[in-house]
């Protein structure tokens, strides 16, 4: 199963607020061959760390694609690069952030350029609750835990709001 990350806490000038920011983003996915299987629900999350940035719409995806890890990076990078993200420092907030979390059962370490499964996916609420949705007895192809296990140990500073209609953006 490959999973992909979506979030972002930053009005887009074209896209909008981040929720239809991310929507797009997705379609965008769609649009170049990626395809969704599944999605999960949004849900409103608060920085990690936690610093007075903008709270942030979350989601994961399960897609469906022939590209390789390396290239589906690129990939993601070149629509975050579309959609007008900028990287001034690290957990700087922003417009768009796509990250690949899991693909299959691959497992690689390439320095900074591509860390598969994600480094802090096992840390991080906003990546665990969403993958939940999809498949809480997925298996991380490291630790062998599954999300449901891996989801009991987040901590507790971490922030999460189901994300509604009627709640506000941002």
């Known amino acids: 199963m490959i999973i992909i990350a979506i979030g ?4 887009s000038p074209e896209h909008g607020l981040p ?7 997705l379609s965008r996915l769609e ?38 890890p390396d290239e589906l990076l690129e990939l993601l990078h070149d629509i975050e690069n579309e959609f007008g993200r900028v990287r001034p420092f690290i957990n700087a907030p922003r417009i768009l952030d796509l ?6 059962d ?9 860390i598969i499964p994600h480094p802090r996916m096992h840390e991080r ?15 991380h192809p490291v630790t062998d835990k599954t999300a449901k296990e891996l989801s009991l140990t987040i901590p507790v500073d971490q922030e999460t709001i189901e994300y509604s209609d009627s709640s506000s953006e941002n």
Do not use: M
């Not at 990250?99 to 299959?104: K, P």
């Not at 609420?125 to 298996?139: G, M, Q, S, T, Y």
């Open 19 to 25: 929720l239809q920011t991310c929507k797009k983003a």
């Open 106 to 114: 691959f497992v690689s370490s390439l320095g900074d350029h591509l």
């Open 8 to 11: 972002a806490n930053l009005e």
């Open 31 to 68: 649009e170049l061959g990626v395809e969704i299987v599944k999605q999960s629900r949004w849900l409103k999350t608060a920085p990690v760390p936690i610093s007075d940035a903008p709270w942030y719409v979350n989601a994961v995806a399960q897609i469906q694609t022939d590209l390789a």
């Open 125 to 139: 609420a906003f990546v665990l609750l969403p993958l939940l949705d999809i498949d809480e007895d997925w298996r």
């Open 99 to 104: 990250d690949i979390i899991a693909y299959n």
